[in-house]
């Protein structure tokens, strides 16, 4: 499932009593996992993930825990938690690059143990190698990647309209097809809920499709244009303000997402996650398709999952067997085959489904893959936090493009 980093503890008192010394303290046996994926786009993944882990380690306990909540906000408050009592897990689900700055003197660093051992540095993308570096070293092990700049969409829904969805080829074209959806049938044009990390997520697709990608690498890098990030706000406005579900700030995506099977509605903005909910019977092709947001058909929204390794480990050495598996192709093909996302290493594509397979071949075509700013690797974590108080203050019916358009540049 997706998560967000805003869990409810500072990183201020996060670190007010943080683990102490800094490195592996006495190994202890069992390997306690935490993450928080609990949902139908995670736990069949999960469970397949752990099994493998089991079959292929039967000599290592485990204690997984999954810990459920949308947005894995209570996954983020009990880490929180534990971690400030130095009462760390094995190891969590979390997020790797600026995510990591707000766990800074809390995290291990496993780049011998097992980015070395396993020889992960030459298996995954480079910028994956990169992007699980924190301050305290290689302190993330990727388990896959997500895709953020994917439309999906019910093809009953178009057909009824009369949509064309490889006509939609930019913004003004996206609008035209809500229209003829609402004009044309009684589903929903555009379905997601209203919680601030969907709104900055889907402006930031908005950003990238609209202003572009040096407009947006701009942004998140502090120099972005004040006016430009207000039109792509604008845009925004347009599609909440005249075609999204009149309930979005009282449902999830779980169950937006629920609509697009149930042909209910026609389009949904999500990281991939949102195709790992279809199951069988709703058949991509078929039933179910997807199209690159308008303007961003080159590029890859790059979002990664991973799990950390905390400092003075309750059990460092079963902790690092556990971490090298989850870096490995059977991890990665296990997990991500029923997840909707896809592996960071080269695998073999036999076991994946028809639109997994086309997104690992986009991965290693992209032009550009801009790094997802409502996950954690584009900022951190206080600095996302920010902007999704900005979202909920000046962009929550009613929408002021302005205000919080200057508020995105004031705080990046």
Request: glycine fraction near 10%; proline fraction near 6%; charge should be negative.
């Amino acid at each position: 499932m997706r998560g967000t980093a805003a869990a409810g503890v500072s990183a201020t008192a996060l670190l007010a009593g943080c683990l102490t010394g800094g490195g592996d303290g006495g190994d202890g046996n069992e390997v306690e996992v935490l993450h928080g994926w609990t949902g139908g786009d995670g736990a069949d993944a999960a469970s397949a993930l752990f099994s493998a882990f089991e079959e292929e380690h039967s000599d290592v306990p485990t204690n997984v825990r999954p810990i459920g909540g949308e947005g894995n906000q209570a996954l983020d408050q009990v880490v929180a938690q534990r971690l400030q009592s130095d009462e760390p897990p094995s190891s969590f689900a979390g997020w790797p690059g600026p995510n990591m700055l707000q766990y800074e003197g809390v995290l291990g660093d496993v780049e011998e143990e097992v980015w070395e051992e396993a020889g992960l540095k030459e298996a995954h993308a480079p910028e994956v190698v990169e992007i699980c570096q924190g301050p305290d070293g290689y302190s993330a092990v990727p388990i896959g990647s997500h895709r953020m700049n994917d439309l999906f969409y019910n093809v009953q829904v178009l057909d009824d309209a009369g949509v064309d969805p490889d006509s939609i080829d930019s913004f003004d074209a996206f609008v035209d097809a809500l229209d003829a959806i609402e004009s044309n049938t009684s589903a929903q044009p555009y379905v997601n809920g209203l919680a601030p990390w969907i709104v900055l997520q889907f402006w930031a697709v908005t950003m990238l499709g609209t202003q572009g990608y040096d407009a947006y690498m701009s942004f998140i890098e502090g120099d972005g244009d004040e006016a430009q990030v207000r039109a792509a706000f604008e845009n925004v406005e347009i599609v909440l303000s005249d075609y999204l579900n009149v309930d979005a700030a009282e449902i999830g995506f779980t169950e937006a997402n629920q609509r697009i099977m149930a042909g209910d509605a026609g389009f949904i903005h999500q990281g991939n996650w949102a195709a790992g909910a279809y199951g069988e019977d709703f058949v991509y092709g078929e039933d179910w398709g997807n199209i690159q947001f308008p303007g961003t058909e080159d590029m890859y929204g790059l979002h990664f999952d991973s799990f950390l390794y905390p400092a003075n480990n309750p059990s460092p050495d079963n902790t690092h067997t556990f971490l090298r598996f989850a870096g490995s192709e059977t991890a990665h093909v296990e997990f991500n085959r029923l997840k909707g996302s896809i592996p960071t290493r080269e695998v073999p594509t036999d076991r994946f489904n028809e639109y997994l397979t086309q997104t690992i071949e986009d991965f290693s075509s992209a032009e550009q893959r801009p790094p997802t700013i409502a996950h954690g690797l584009a900022v951190p974590q206080s600095t996302q936090s920010q902007l999704e108080e900005a979202i909920s203050n000046n962009f929550a019916d009613p929408y002021n493009p302005s205000a919080v358009a200057s508020e995105f540049v004031n705080i990046v």
